[in-house]
């Protein structure tokens, strides 16, 4: 099939995290499975490394979604005309005005990552004018997500909480139907780390963006507790709360037990990983977090939130230990059952490394071409190259 790709910001850009991970790696895969793949990006251009298995079509960043759409949009069409392709497969708010600019014939499949998508705003154009206009402005990320899932010919998500979700918040009418395909893994998460860490081992691991969504402040909270004294914690990330999570960790008093280790390539976070008791992920919002398949793949024992899918993911005493977002005494005392009790920990570590094995690209890949024949089957399409 040829394949355009329309994502956000590429994997090589500074703000890339595991949604872009995973687009990036849909577009290698498909590629070395022979199909003809172009992706679209937003920034990040200067950057581009070498070898790509893809071609690629670059539009210039803007922090106004609307602007980014529109741009999206013109070099969608502009390859469209040159090349040709039989399926369109956009997993960001960038993708809004895509099947404006589609020819006949070409599918539109759309994913959303998200893991708390906002509620869409009410507008009355009529009745309230000026007032829905305010509203459009600072909403237009959620109104060009709605926007590109209501004109797919064929939509899929992560989880089934994900697609739940949209439905209750109106971005797709309530009888909407969606394909399930899991987020993969890497072969590299499956295989024992290049080289050690270097580090001494610590207790307690998290990787993730700094900030409200990850949840880092309840875990200082919860290492501050009678039961983890003396405990250790790496964090490895950055992000806008950085310095205020430092402060906290000065402040509760957990300061010297806790090393913000800053962001960090994949082979080095597996190696800390692997230097680490237990994966910690105690976030207040996820979708079907990359990081906790990650940890399973490792055989890392893993305490996470029951938010989003990740109850999906994993189930509770079986692959891991789920705690209530926002819950410190929770948490706490997961961690510390779990950094007690070694006999649980290999316990939950085999059983996690079994689920993740369900996660393989090699099992996953073939689900997304599944889809995507589908949607270009919808779209009155030949579904070949």
């Known amino acids: 099939m040829r394949i355009l790709l329309v994502h956000n ?26 199909h003809d793949v172009t992706v679209i990006h937003v920034g990040g251009g200067e950057n581009e490394p070498s070898g790509l298995p893809f071609s690629t079509i670059t539009v210039s960043y ?28 956009a997993s960001a708010k960038e993708g809004g005005f895509l099947r404006r600019v589609l020819p006949p014939g070409v599918g539109l499949m759309a994913t959303h990552h998200h893991p708390d998508p906002p509620p869409l705003p009410r507008l009355d154009w009529f009745g309230s004018p000026v007032r829905s206009v305010r509203l459009a402005r600072r909403s237009q990320s959620a109104l060009l997500d709605a926007a590109l899932l209501r004109s797919a010919h064929h939509l899929t998500t992560v989880s089934v909480w994900s697609a739940d979700r949209l439905k209750k918040l109106g971005y797709v ?5 969606f394909a399930t395909v899991r987020n993969g893994l890497r072969e590299e998460w499956f295989a024992p780390p290049p080289d050690p860490s270097g580090n001494d081992a610590t207790d307690l691991f998290l990787v993730g963006r700094l ?3 990850k949840g880092v402040d309840v875990l200082l909270r919860a290492l501050a507790r009678p039961e983890l004294h003396g405990r250790t914690l790496r964090v490895v990330g950055d992000g806008p709360d950085r310095a205020v999570l430092e402060g906290l960790a000065r402040d509760l008093g957990v300061g010297d037990r806790t090393i913000f280790e800053g962001g960090a390539d994949n082979d080095r976070v597996r190696a800390l990983i692997r230097d680490s008791h237990v994966v910690a992920l105690p976030s207040r919002s996820e979708n079907y977090p990359l990081v906790v398949l990650e940890a399973l793949a490792a055989s890392m024992p893993v305490v996470a939130t029951t938010v989003g899918g990740i109850p999906e993911m994993v189930k509770n005493e079986r692959h891991a230990l789920l705690v209530p977002p926002d819950d410190v005494t929770a948490l706490a005392a997961a961690l510390a059952r779990l950094l007690s009790d070694p006999v649980l920990r290999r316990r939950l570590g085999a059983a996690g490394r079994e689920r993740a094995e369900e996660h393989r690209w090699a099992r996953i890949l073939p689900r997304v071409e599944e889809e995507l024949l589908v949607t270009a089957e919808l779209a009155g399409g030949q579904g070949v190259g």
């Open 173 to 177: 009418p309530p009888d909407q139907r």
């Open 9 to 34: 910001v590429p994997i090589w850009h500074p703000h890339a995290g595991g949604g872009q991970r995973i687009n990036h790696d849909i577009g290698v895969g498909l590629a070395r499975l022979g």
């Open 211 to 213: 900030d409200r969504q």
């Open 62 to 89: 803007s922090g106004r979604p609307l602007v980014a759409a529109a741009r999206v949009a013109r070099a969608a069409r502009r390859h469209l005309r040159a090349a040709g392709a039989d399926v369109v497969y």
